[in-house]
């Protein structure tokens, strides 16, 4: 019963290159949300997808950010052009579709934009 | 808009002693609450969930209560210890869409 997986841990980029975040989430889940944290700060919501769709993106900065989860694999963040703002801990989370359950959060993808 | 408020950021308790993390909500439609706790360099982790057709859930030493006409929940931990000292997150969902709103997090020092 492998939990949400995220990878790379840690990714540190030049200013200007892309960055990609990905996420498995658990098994069977077909919500995924992506969370950010800036140092010293709480988590801000930037997308909600289920799969093959965004369901809500109302977080997210509408340029150099995107943000996918296909039929068959990871959900993807990616982060086009990055700048040293874009520093900061990049969570997804997942849930179920039905029922009172938690999200379930990742491990985190720690951004560093040098 | 922020529709999930920990307005305290940080707090700091006596081992042994109470400590009590609180938390509001502007939204009607909000009809199920968690309270995740958070290590530094780690993921949040789910502690314990709330429905709103209950006023008070436990779960050993942690206690959550829902005052809905006050639009409040708050997390109770007896007896608190070191261990606990992590930031708490406090996050709502509507009952109508899958989407949880997080709080700004309180960061709890629990000290020896």
């Known amino acids: 019963n492998a939990g949400v997986m995220q990878n790379p841990r840690h990714l540190v980029r030049r200013r200007g290159q892309e960055a990609r975040l990905r996420c498995s989430p658990v098994?069977?889940?077909?919500?995924v949300y992506w969370y950010r944290q800036l140092p010293e700060e709480g988590l801000k919501f930037m997308v909600y997808?289920?799969?093959?769709?965004?369901?809500?993106e109302s977080g997210m900065p509408k340029e150099r950010f995107s943000a996918e989860f296909p039929k068959e694999g990871p959900s993807i963040l990616r982060i086009q052009q990055v700048v040293r703002g874009d520093s900061a801990a990049y969570f997804c989370?997942?849930?179920?579709?039905?029922?009172?359950?938690?999200?379930?959060f990742g491990q985190g993808t720690r951004l560093t934009v040098v | 808009d922020q529709q999930v408020k920990q307005n305290s950021p940080s707090l700091s308790v006596q081992e042994g002693r109470i400590s009590i993390l609180n938390c509001d909500y502007t939204?009607?439609?909000?009809?199920?609450f968690l309270w995740y706790k958070k290590y530094p360099a780690e993921g949040p982790t789910f502690l314990i969930s709330?429905?709103?057709?209950?006023d008070k859930n436990e779960d050993g030493r942690f206690t959550v209560f829902l005052n809905k006409s006050a639009k409040h929940l708050s997390l109770h931990i007896v007896p608190s210890q070191p261990g606990d000292s992590a930031v708490y997150f406090c996050?709502?969902?509507?009952?109508?869409?899958?989407?949880?709103?997080f709080g700004s997090g309180t960061k709890l020092n629990v000290k020896p």
């Open positions: 989370a997942s849930s179920p579709d039905r029922g009172n359950t938690e999200a379930f």
């Open positions: 098994k069977g889940h077909s919500h």
């Open positions: 997808l289920q799969k093959e769709n965004i369901i809500d």
């Open positions: 939204n009607s439609m909000f009809d199920y």
């Open positions: 709330i429905s709103s057709i209950k």
């Open positions: 996050a709502a969902r509507p009952y109508n869409f899958n989407k949880f709103y």
